[in-house]
Structure formats: C-alpha cells, structure tokens
C-alpha cells in the first residue's frame, strides 16, 4: 500500500495552527511518547478556556523486500479541549496556566493502516471519535509540559485481505473478503512531551 496521501493534509494543518498564533497566544508542539519519533502535534489556546489541537501519526515502517511483514498506520487527528479549574478563567493574569491542568476533550481521527505478517495482510482507511480526560503539567521548570491523557470513543474500518504468495512478489487482494470493524471502547492513551512557544 502507498504511504497515506493525505499526510499533506496533516501538515497543512499543523502549519495553519503555527500561523493562527497570535500576540499573548501560546502555541505548542507535542509528541506521544507511546510512540516516540512517530508522531507530531501542535495545539492552539483560544483564550484561557478553549483549545484547538492536531496530531499526524505515522508509524509507517517500509515493508521488507521479502514482502513478509508490514506494520504500517497513518492518520490524522484532530481535537477540541475545555480546560477546566479557576486558574483557567479569563483575564490576562491567567495566561500562564494555559494547556495546564484538568480538560475534557473531543477528537475525531482519520487513517489508514496496512498490517502484514507471513504473507497475509489486511489493510483500509479508518475513521474513529470520542471523548478524552487530560491533565497536563510543567515540567524542567516550565520549559516543557507532560500530558496524560484516556480517551473512550467508536472506531470504524472497512478491511480487506490480500495474500502475497511468492517471496518478494506482489498482494493479491482476496475480492471476497471484504469485513466492516465496528468498536466502542477505549481508544486514545498518551503520555506527550509538550513544548510551549
């Protein structure tokens, strides 16, 4: 399977959040470390309470020249979060305690994935939401924030199967399997290093 297309999508949408900064605003990068070196977030206070957030996963590791194993996943998230507590009321005083402390929060993801292992493989495109708890806190003086976040939602997936049936050779989709994945549960766990700017 060719690497997801709409990683550009992604991008675009991390750098628009990098650009809606504003005087006063805090803008933030992040990484999973769940997923160390795989992932990358930013996320955007709209005042003290209210915050925007993106994330593109892309623990997309090449598939072996034998054709044998492939463990690929691509997506893009995005969320809203209500940052609660006193410390988030607004005033100007309150700025510092942004993408601090308690929130709720609501994230939609969209993907695809390609997993493989001795020659048989299922793949398709995903789509799952839900609700999430986050507290985040300083950490290295202020300099950068730890997130810990859990998150319950539904998952939706239209698989299909393929086979590789010589070393090195080509997938041949199996044109009758065709398997509709439906999942309420938990779905979201991450413990980030943030980086405010």
Not at 94 to 123: C, M, P
Not at 135 to 161: D, N, Q, V
Request: charge should be positive; hydrophobic fraction near 35%; aromatic fraction near 16%.
């Amino acid at each position: 399977m060719r690497p997801f297309r709409r990683h550009r999508a992604a991008l675009a949408v991390l750098l628009l959040l990098a650009s809606a900064t504003s005087k006063g605003q805090t803008f933030a990068l992040r990484t999973n470390a769940l997923l160390p070196l795989l992932n990358v977030g930013a996320e955007l206070p709209l005042g003290n309470r209210w915050s925007i957030g993106a994330d593109w996963y892309y623990p997309w590791f090449p598939r072996s020249s034998s054709h044998k194993n492939c463990y690929q996943v691509d997506g893009l998230s995005l969320e809203g979060r209500y940052w609660l507590g006193s410390s988030h009321e607004s005033g100007d005083d309150n700025k510092v305690y942004r993408l601090l402390g308690h929130s709720i929060g609501a994230f939609t993801v969209i993907g695809r994935y390609d997993w493989e292992h001795n020659y048989k493989g299922r793949q398709g495109d995903y789509v799952m939401g839900g609700i999430d708890y986050l507290y985040a806190m300083p950490i290295f003086r202020g300099k950068l924030h730890l997130e810990l976040s859990l998150g319950i939602g539904y998952f939706y997936s239209r698989a299909t199967s393929y086979e590789v049936f010589e070393r090195g050779g080509n997938g041949y989709r199996d044109k009758n399997y065709r398997k509709n994945v439906n999942y309420f549960g938990p779905l979201k766990a991450t413990v980030a290093f943030v980086l405010p700017l």
